[in-house]
């Protein structure tokens, strides 16, 4: 139980365009999902946190208009990269909480955007 | 500010020996640690975590120690085995009546078990 995926597991995108990667939880629902991003070597860093029907909390730093999450249902939230420059290539990972009182984080195996 | 910290980026022991991996936190509010494992391309996998109230929580192989008054935690692995090489990261919350507080990672520390 207590799956999480992601879509894309890699993308390649132009400079200038838009990426949506989706994250949703397979087996349970989530309230809350949280986006994170990983440079190589480097440790994860919260992006924001999304709760269904809410808008999301972002990060200090972290540009809302730049990283656009929906959290539109308690399986699927989506982050756009909109106009992705090549500093914004990185892995992407999401993860998610369940309904029920739970400590642990579920995390997504991640989405490879590479800007060229 | 990075409120957790991994001090080793890598660490090698030999297979069957332990392996131990430390981290240290500033931030005083935080009252739950846990511990990550992690393969190149994929997302975090929880090994094993420990409440602010104990100092000690043991799951098989796995032993995580909590040290508050030092702000500091460590993961004992024994005896260590070649599929436990990996990136482990420690994290940390603040817990709240909800559940879905967010976490703070350290660094990570990339393990190799020497056959």
């Known amino acids: 139980g207590a799956v999480v995926s992601q879509h894309p597991s890699w993308v390649i995108c132009k400079s200038g365009t838009s990426v949506k990667i989706e994250c949703r939880s397979l087996?349970?629902?989530?309230?809350?999902m949280f986006w994170y991003r990983q440079f190589p070597k480097q440790s994860l860093m919260l992006m924001a946190t999304?709760?269904?029907?809410?808008?999301?909390?972002?990060e200090q730093g972290v540009e809302k208009d730049k990283f656009l999450i929906n959290h539109a249902s308690l399986t699927l939230s989506t982050l756009t990269v909109t106009s992705a420059h090549p500093e914004d290539s990185s892995f992407y990972i999401c993860?998610?909480?369940?309904?029920?009182?739970?400590?642990?984080?579920?995390f997504g195996p991640g989405t490879r955007l590479t800007v060229t | 500010d990075q409120q957790v910290k991994q001090n080793s980026p890598s660490l090698s022991v030999q297979e069957g020996r332990i392996s131990i991996l430390n981290c240290d936190y500033t931030n005083s509010m935080f009252d739950y640690f846990l511990w990550y494992k992690k393969y190149p391309a994929e997302g975090p996998t929880f090994l094993i975590s420990?409440?602010?109230?104990?100092d000690k929580n043991e799951d098989g192989r796995f032993t995580v120690f909590l040290n508050k008054s030092a702000k500091h935690l460590s993961l004992h692995i024994v005896p260590s085995q070649p599929g436990d090489s990996a990136v482990y990261f420690c994290?940390?919350?603040?817990?709240?009546?909800?559940?879905?507080?967010?976490?703070?990672f350290g660094t990570g520390t990339r393990l190799t078990i020497i056959p």
């Open positions: 999304s709760n269904e029907g809410s808008k999301a909390t972002y």
């Open positions: 420990i409440s602010s109230i104990k």
């Open positions: 993860s998610a909480v369940g309904d029920s009182f739970s400590y642990e984080q579920y």
């Open positions: 087996d349970f629902q989530a309230t809350t």
């Open positions: 994290a940390a919350k603040i817990i709240s009546n909800f559940g879905n507080e967010k976490l703070t």
